[in-house]
Every structure is written in structure tokens, then in C-alpha cells.
């Protein structure tokens, strides 16, 4: 595990392994870095892989006021811990994380994505949500702002989300709970059920992309 320090003096915990060009791994909703290790092995053997926690998760820190902009500047630190430059692959909410990062020319040399969770031709995303996600977190009930999490943006049933309660890996996730609000600010305001504005679609410094859309 390597530490680094992000723009606002975070602490920003990293597992660093293989060899070969750097390449970050950005996790989705309530995953710790933890989550990347099967994928960390696969790809050991040819990129020097840095699977890192986002702020508020495992052994990283998390200072206040959250702020979108200050994971992303996160994710800059990796980069820079990386030497400067890296491939990056994100999921769900860390792809959205990712393309940021890629716009702003911070780095990012190569990009990969795994379903961005853009909401352009449908039922939009209620606009309260991340209001409702810290009112539980703010009421200590962690295990009803992972359920409203499931129930609006996996569309878990009640029945699911009552089963999953009694499973063994619930209090993992209940643990990360706390920063669902920060998942629903960064992907909330391209849950529009509007087109994207040609302002998100910002040209990026990187040489290739890859999509993959739910």
C-alpha cells in the first residue's frame, strides 16, 4: 500500500502492483480498493496497477465540505503518484470521475469506461436524491441510504433489498455507506433524462477512448 496527498491535504491510500505503464483504477459506488484485486492480478503482468480508495472509504481520509471537484483532484493525485501520466479505467460513478479527469488534461493518457450511469432518454433521477442519501447518513441509518442506493439506481425489489440485508458481505457495504451522497452528486446532474450538453462532452487529451454504456 503507498499514501498519497490529494489537493486539499487528504490522505489518499493506494495498492500499487505489477510492472509495466500506469494504469488507475477508479471504483463505483460502495467498492473500497479491495474490490479491484481479482482484476489488479489479472492485469499485474503488464501495467503497474494502483487500485486506490476514494475519499471516505477504507484507509483513505475524507475532509469537509465534500465536493465533487475534490475527487477528482483525488484521482490527479494517483496520477501524479503514478509518475505523472496513466491509463485509466472507471466504473459506474468512477467513470464519470475518469471522463472528468480526461477533460481537464491532468494526465490521463488512455481512457476505459464501464458504464457510466447517464440517464439521457429516460426517467430522470430524482433531483432530491443525494439530499435524501445524506438526510439517512445524516440520521445514522446507513443501512436505509444503502437501500433508497439499490432501490433507485440498481432497481433492486423490496423483497431483494430484504433479503440482501441478511446477507453476510451487507455490513461491508453499510460500512461505505456514508459516501453515497458523494456517488449521487457526481453522477446526479447526468441523470437528467436530458441529452448530454455539448459542454460535457469536452474534448479530452486522450489518445483512444472505449465505451461500454448500460
Known sequence: MIKTTSADGTAIAADRTGGG??????????????????????????????A??????????????????????DLVAVIGAAGGSAYVFGHSSGAVLALDAAARDVGVTKLAVYEPPFIVDGEPMPADFADQLAGLVAADRPGDALALWMRSTVGMSEEAIAQARTEPWWPALEAVAHTT??????????????????????????????????
Do not use: K, N, Q
Request: charged letters at 25%; glycine letters at 6%.
Open 52 to 73: 486506490y480508495d476514494r475519499r471516505g472509504r477504507g484507509d483513505s481520509g475524507d475532509t469537509p465540505p465534500y465536493a465533487a471537484d475534490r475527487e477528482v483532484e
Open 21 to 50: 505503464p500506469a494504469l488507475v483504477l477508479v471504483a463505483p459506488a460502495l467498492a473500497t480498493r479491495a474490490a479491484f484485486a481479482p482484476l489488479a492480478e489479472l492485469l499485474a503482468p503488464h501495467f503497474t496497477v494502483y
Open 181 to 214: 451522497p458523494y456517488d449521487a452528486a457526481i453522477t446526479v446532474p447526468y441523470m437528467t433524462g436530458r441529452p448530454l450538453r455539448p459542454s460535457d462532452g469536452r474534448r479530452s487529451p486522450c489518445r483512444r477512448w472505449s465505451w461500454t454504456a448500460r
